[in-house]
């Protein structure tokens, strides 16, 4: 029960500063609007497929092939760049190397895909244009073996535009301004939630109000988990508040699984207020320290992409940006918004889990040798 009293008081404090309500909630807001404006002729959708390269080998040729000819004519007008390789290792080479985004393997059993980690937005965009030509496709052979006799109509409707167009333009594959800039400035403001867990400990210190707490008949334990659960809470509310308004008052998309997408926004939140909470034991001088995290959160948000997509900007530049954990988290967002995807959930949410855990018994240690 202490531990809720505390974070109950902590929460408190927070809303009781007006500088940390105008940062926390109305500054995101502001910069989602202003980026998502601004910058929306450069997410358009006639740049919808801007960058991306793919590679394929046809091992047989079939309806599936023909229909797949089709595909790439209405591709290569939308500005996808298709090139045919005479080998496998030819393919799979090119993405390895960063050169192509994805390489595509035909043949009459059906379609393979590869792509690279580093293909990012782009690499999903393509495994989500296949899957959907894939069931087309399967659809076609279905009305055949009912109906062969529809089957050369059907195939001569080789340009598949509709296909092309409800995924290029009506179906959300890829952010617009506003979409991206709604995942990017959300994971971006939670990163500052280190100050918060930089000042609830060492606020007590400055107001003088830590001997009384250590005072009281609550552990020391708890005393810190009280003071990270209530920055979580408020972070919480933060999350959710920037959410509701950017989906309902500026129509960004957050695709269909909200819930996930709050969960991991919160695993950052937990993981942020512990990183301010154990460096502060770490770094006496908070001014260093502040100053410290500052930079710390405007690095891992440009690394993550945070001011701008990093797609495309090759090779090293992209494992560069693997030391950033909002990387993983905002990967991890947009495959799961526009790609239904939730192979890196786990990764996101584990990684912030591990790194929250290092640095709370940093805190703990650090508030063991605390005195009164």
Not at 147 to 176: D, Q
């Amino acid at each position: 029960m202490s531990v809720f009293i505390i974070a109950f008081k902590e929460i408190k404090q927070t809303f009781r500063n007006k500088q940390s309500i105008l940062m926390g909630l109305l500054f995101p807001i502001v910069l989602i609007f202003i980026l998502g404006t601004v910058l929306s002729g450069v997410f358009s959708n006639s740049s919808t497929f801007k960058n991306i390269s793919v590679t394929y080998i046809e091992e047989s040729k079939g309806y599936l092939s023909e229909g797949f000819e089709g595909f790439i004519d209405k591709g290569n007008s939308l500005g996808i760049k298709f090139s045919k390789v005479q080998t496998a290792d030819e393919g799979l080479k090119s993405v390895k190397d960063g050169k192509y985004t994805c390489f595509l393997k035909i043949n009459d059993k059906g379609m393979e895909l590869y792509k690279s980690d580093l293909a990012g937005i782009q690499g999903d965009v393509v495994e989500s244009m296949m899957k959907s030509f894939l069931q087309r496709y399967g659809a076609v052979m279905e009305i055949a073996k009912v109906s062969p006799s529809v089957l050369a109509k059907i195939n001569s409707n080789t340009n598949y535009g509709g296909l092309v167009k409800n995924i290029s333009l009506n179906s959300k594959t890829k952010p617009e301004a506003m979409d991206y800039y709604a995942v990017t400035m959300l994971t971006l403001i939670i990163l500052y939630s280190s100050m918060n867990g930089m000042y609830s400990i060492v606020g007590e210190k400055t107001t003088k109000t830590a001997n009384r707490l250590f005072c009281t008949p609550v552990s020391k334990y708890k005393i810190l988990m009280g003071k990270i659960l209530g920055n979580v809470i408020y972070s919480a509310i933060q999350i959710a508040v920037i959410i509701a308004f950017s989906k309902f008052v500026f129509h960004a998309y957050w695709g269909n699984h909200i819930g996930t997408i709050f969960i991991m926004a919160l695993a950052e939140a937990v993981m942020m207020v512990s990183i301010g909470a154990g460096m502060s034991f770490i770094i006496k001088d908070s001014a260093a320290l502040n100053g410290l995290l500052s930079m710390l959160s405007t690095i891992f948000s440009f690394l993550g992409g945070g001011y701008f997509p990093i797609d495309g900007m090759g090779k090293n530049v992209q494992l560069v940006t693997n030391i950033s954990p909002v990387k993983w988290i905002n990967q991890a967002m947009f495959k799961v918004i526009y790609s239904n995807d939730f192979s890196s959930v786990g990764i996101a949410i584990i990684m912030s889990l591990l790194i929250a855990a290092i640095f709370i018994g940093i805190s703990s240690l650090g508030y063991r040798k605390e005195a009164v």
